[in-house]
């Protein structure tokens, strides 16, 4: 029987200021839950990603969690992503400063797990070209990116599989493309059309690494799914189906499959953002036009023939879309210089807080 390789990535996220009791909420509907799935399948092992303030909110609120995530550390079952502590949008922000906050976040992890992170958790998945710099000098080794990335680029969703490698100024990074399948079937089909999918794609390409890595919050705090998903136990069935196939569906970190096997190939990705962040980003009168022409080739069927070269806005947009948002960020850039000065920061790799 063919197998394949199955890697997945849960983020979590919730942002600076946040109710106390969406933080509660969310963390007994979702993050405690799904931790103690987990424990209840040793053979499930997967990548997780907790941002800054939840951290925090947890640590103050709920400190035995972080002696749960130490347990299922300690035996190989979890790997932790880094990112921005505060979850920036990282091309947004000086590099100084981008660069500290992965530092913070890497260094919060170290201190309370003992753990060395290596990958990145790209806030709300926007990508520029520059990237790879910075990530290089916080010592990160991968990112995981939309399909849409790379379909922008020109591959297909046959291409879509391992990780690739991309550069700037020789500063590689590796890059891991979610299945766009995987992101809409997962938790939101059955477990068995899931394992039905990744039979399929085990048959056509035999051995590869498939990527699933989406938002935490779908397990437990969207709108339905803490029904669907804990109390008619769509994860238990799917960790249970999980452990059933597990003769041919290895999960594996995807620090343990960028040491195992070699790049997809190389690749270049234009500036982007998950598919329908980029349609958002466009002016109101854009967004109609666009949607009108995706639905056009819908209606003739050469949407997924001419997807490559259709594509939405351009992230920076809704700083003129939105000028509360460009005022925010323009103090941040004026708060910015005036602390780098003080401390004398002037290149990427002299950042004050660590």
């Not at 007994?28 to 040793?42: G, N």
């Not at 710099?133 to 990160?140: E, Q, R, V």
């Not at 599989?161 to 991309?166: A, D, I, P, Q, S």
């Amino acid at each position: 029987m063919a197998k394949i390789n199955l890697l997945l990535g849960i983020h979590n996220h919730q942002p600076v200021g946040n109710f106390d009791g969406v933080f509660k909420d969310s963390y007994e509907k979702s993050y405690l839950p799904f931790i103690q799935a987990l424990e209840s399948h040793p053979k499930i092992r997967l990548t997780l990603h907790y941002t800054g303030p939840l951290w925090e909110w947890i640590e103050f609120n709920a400190p035995d969690f972080f002696e749960r995530i130490n347990s299922l550390i300690s035996k190989n079952q979890i790997e932790l992503l880094t990112g921005g502590f505060y979850e920036p949008i990282l091309p947004m922000i000086p590099e100084t400063d981008a660069i500290g906050q992965i530092r913070l976040h890497t260094r919060f992890i170290k201190e309370r797990f003992g753990y060395n992170p290596t990958g990145l958790w790209l806030a709300e998945r926007v990508w520029d070209p520059s990237l790879p710099k910075i990530l290089s000098a916080s010592d990160i080794k991968y990112t995981i990116l939309d399909e849409s990335h790379f379909t922008y680029a020109g591959l297909k969703h046959k291409d879509i599989y391992g990780y690739y490698l991309t550069e700037r100024e020789n500063f590689a990074t590796a890059i891991f493309p979610i299945d766009k399948t995987l992101r809409y079937f997962i938790p939101f089909k059955l477990p068995q059309e899931t394992i039905e999918y990744l039979k399929r794609t085990a048959d056509e390409k035999g051995e590869i690494g498939i990527t699933y890595a989406d938002d935490g919050e779908k397990f437990g705090v969207w709108p339905g799914t803490y029904k669907w998903v804990f109390e008619e136990r769509w994860l238990e069935k799917f960790f249970a189906a999980l452990d059933d196939n597990s003769d041919w569906i290895n999960l594996m970190t995807f620090s343990e499959f960028l040491n195992k096997y070699p790049p997809t190939g190389r690749v270049y990705l234009p500036t982007a953002s998950y598919e329908e962040m980029m349609e958002w980003a466009l002016p109101a009168e854009a967004i109609e036009e666009y949607e009108k022409a995706i639905e056009e080739l819908k209606a003739a069927g050469k949407l997924e023939e001419y997807k490559p070269f259709i594509r939405g806005g351009f992230w920076d947009n809704f700083l003129a879309k939105y000028p509360e948002a460009n005022n925010m960020h323009k103090k941040m850039l004026y708060v910015s210089k005036k602390v780098n000065s003080a401390f004398k920061v002037n290149d990427i790799k002299g950042f004050a807080l660590v």
